[in-house]
């Protein structure tokens, strides 16, 4: 059996197979136990701080989880990759062994975009980060609605309004962007193959969530079904000078 496997924005059909080592809503506490090497591993303290969405009561536990891997990944982005993206990876390509074109499908170790990330994420540490909005959250919703209902993928909305034109409804004159990735319904999966952006050229994604001259600092997301890839994440994001959490 073959299944074909795309990447976001616009590659991408693929069920996820992965499934977290722990829950998805375990204390930071029970994080920290998960079995990294000593050098590697996690503090409760910087677990909670990373759980910036934790009273969120707008995000399903696995939209808190996008924002929860991305602020470790801003934390420190070689302590991610030795820990949670490898757990991922792990578990993704035990997945993929039950089809036959696995080489297509699996994370590939040796290939140039699983290296370049891991040079890229050399350099991120402490990076000031992301909070959930409420607006925000409702304009990724809106659009994974969208997207479902038309079966479109992409990030001009079937009426053919931008990401520009449905964040500034809210947010105008602010610095935004968007990730759009298809076929994960988990938090970790979504972010470690948004890190990954294989087959997109100008790692749009891993840029957006690793940009440190914009500002950004808020974020709307949204998991949503969908009829061809059965999910859709969006994440939007914005930078709020002075923001005041």
């Known amino acids: 059996m073959k299944i074909l496997l795309i990447v976001l924005l616009s590659s991408l059909p693929f069920t996820s197979l992965y499934k977290p080592a722990i829950h998805p809503a375990a204390t930071a506490e029970k994080r920290a136990k998960m079995p990294f090497p000593p050098e590697d591993s996690w503090t409760p303290e910087e677990l909670e701080m990373a759980n910036t969405a934790r009273n969120a009561s707008y995000l399903t536990e696995e939209e808190k989880n996008i924002i929860f891997y991305m602020n470790l990944v801003r934390i420190d982005g070689t ?3 030795n820990t949670y993206f490898q757990e991922f990876v792990d578990a993704h390509n035990k997945g993929m062994l039950r089809y036959s074109n696995y080489n297509e499908l699996r994370v590939n170790r040796k290939d140039r975009y699983y290296r370049g990330l891991e040079i890229d ?4 540490k402490n990076l000031s980060l992301f909070y959930p909005d409420e607006s925000l959250t409702y304009v990724s919703k809106q659009h994974g609605k969208d997207m479902n209902r ?3 993928a992409g990030h001009n909305s079937k009426d053919g309004r931008t990401v520009k034109d449905r964040i500034s409804k809210y947010y105008p004159n602010r610095s935004m962007a968007e ?3 298809f076929g994960f ?3 970790l999966a979504n972010v470690s193959m948004l ?3 294989k087959n997109v050229p100008d790692l749009g994604h891993r840029k957006n969530m690793l940009n440190n001259t914009l500002g950004l600092n808020i974020v709307g997301v949204s ?3 969908h009829p061809a890839y059965r999910y859709s994440a969006t994440i939007d994001f914005v930078g709020i000078p ?3 959490i």
């Open 79 to 81: 302590r991610f990759f």
């Open 121 to 124: 994420l050399k350099l991120i």
């Open 150 to 152: 038309y079966n479109i």
């Open 179 to 181: 990730n759009l990735a």
């Open 185 to 187: 319904s988990k938090g």
């Open 195 to 197: 890190l990954l952006d």
């Open 223 to 225: 998991i949503q079904p």
């Open 242 to 244: 002075n923001l005041k």
